[in-house]
């Protein structure tokens, strides 16, 4: 059956052509939604509590404690008489009067008697469900809950037979009369997006992938590995060692930021490397020492510009004592063939202090050609204003500097 039956409950009474009864509809908004609300009766009077929900198949789970009303009066053989409603909103309508006024939205209503959830397979099974809701994954990397855990956990299952869908979807519906009317009339769109994840304190784990959102391969951070390095997406749990790395003044002695000198002063460089992300204005890695594990250092994707296809590198910066071991020469092939062979960029830019001179020939031996100065470009931690040295390589360039590059990664060959 495509559609739920239509009865008394779920028939609307204004607005109609706002309602509808399609399975597949009301799925994908519960299923999008992580919060419900569920409401009835306790000796007459009204409630309502709000809770986490997860869809299986035609089932609504709802989450919720052993020690509740609504859980105690659902145990019973007659069930609990329950009408739960979910709620998106997706933007606000500006009309040019007051009366039209409105919201566009998705919204399902769903009548019908609870029951508690008493066999342990089934309500496994719907915890399971849940906290995969939160992220497809999340069950497999979480410890399962014991069980005194579980016995402390309620679950109602609720089946989903009498269903209806509400939604406004659209523009401004003003009135003919008030079309001229000097006020501003628009729809303002509202997105539910997560932000960047914060660790607990003490955790060393990387944020997993079911964490980050979705993004084009121009904003992901894949994992590149080389012979002589690692780079991997820069996240919170790199931060104690990218403080150790980052030890001596002279790696910062042309950076943007100030030496941190303390595990908090790291945290803040990394969390605002993360926005960036978040922001798609830059692909943060860590470089990571191939040959024994260690963390040497950080480098990007900055100045991402899809449509014209460039792209820049920069904000990098390796620890000291893996200057001129083939880490930084090896992270730049791995970043250059990932520009040019995977996101076909046709132009990749760095950019470095004017008195940064090793630098600047470190990028020249790159084969990328220097275009010209930037004046008064930056602004250093000092607050002085620096110049800035810009330096490019073209797609047509590439095959050339790739062998170039390679040939200077390999081992010198001992002497016959």
């Not at 994992?223 to 980052?246: I, M, N, Q, S, T």
């Not at 922001?279 to 510009?305: F, H, K, M, N, Q």
């Amino acid at each position: 059956m495509s559609a739920y039956p239509q009865t008394p409950r779920t028939t609307a009474n204004r607005i109609r052509d706002r309602i509808a009864y399609e399975r597949a509809t009301a799925h994908a908004i519960l299923d999008e939604a992580h919060h419900c609300t569920f409401t009835f009766t306790v000796d007459g009077e009204p409630r309502a509590l709000p809770t986490l929900h997860v869809r299986v198949d035609d089932t609504l789970y709802l989450h919720g404690s052993t020690g509740s009303r609504p859980l105690l009066a659902a145990r019973g053989p007659a069930g609990l008489p329950v009408c739960v409603t979910v709620t998106l909103l997706d933007g606000l309508v500006y009309a040019r009067s007051q009366f039209h006024h409105s919201a566009n939205y998705r919204s399902v209503v769903a009548h019908g008697t609870a029951h508690l959830v008493t066999d342990e397979t089934e309500k496994r099974a719907a915890m399971t469900a849940l906290v995969d809701k939160l992220g497809v994954g999340r069950a497999a990397d979480s410890r399962p809950p014991t069980r005194r855990e579980l016995a402390e956990t309620a679950v109602l299952a609720l089946p989903l037979r009498e269903v209806s869908v509400k939604a406004r979807l659209g523009g401004v519906a003003d009135d003919p009369e008030d079309l001229d009317l000097p006020h501003w009339a628009g729809v303002v769109p509202l997105r539910h997006t997560p932000g960047v994840p914060e660790p607990d304190a003490g955790v060393t784990a990387p944020v997993p992938g079911y964490l980050r959102a979705p993004r084009s391969p121009w904003l992901t951070p894949a994992v590149l590995r080389g012979a002589h390095v690692v780079l991997e997406p820069l996240d919170h749990a790199h931060v104690d060692g990218l403080l150790a790395a980052g030890a001596d003044p002279e790696v910062w002695r042309h950076l943007g930021n100030r030496q941190p000198t303390d595990r908090a002063g790291m945290a803040a460089i990394v969390t605002d490397a993360l926005r960036a992300h978040e922001r798609g204005d830059r692909v943060p890695w860590v470089l990571r020492c191939a040959r024994t594990g260690a963390i040497a250092g950080t480098t990007s994707y900055y100045e991402i510009d899809e449509v014209n296809r460039s792209v820049a590198i920069g904000h990098t910066w390796l620890g000291r004592e893996h200057w001129r071991t083939g880490i930084n020469t090896e992270a730049k092939l791995l970043l250059l063939g990932r520009a040019f062979d995977v996101l076909g960029t046709r132009r990749v830019v760095w950019h470095t202090d004017l008195r940064n001179e090793r630098s600047q020939a470190a990028i020249g031996r790159l084969g990328a050609r220097r275009e010209g100065v930037l004046r008064n470009h930056r602004r250093r931690p000092d607050g002085t204003w620096r110049d800035t040295v810009q330096f490019a390589m073209i797609d047509d360039e590439w095959p050339n500097a790739q062998v170039r590059l390679r040939e200077s990664l390999r081992p010198a060959t001992p002497p016959g």
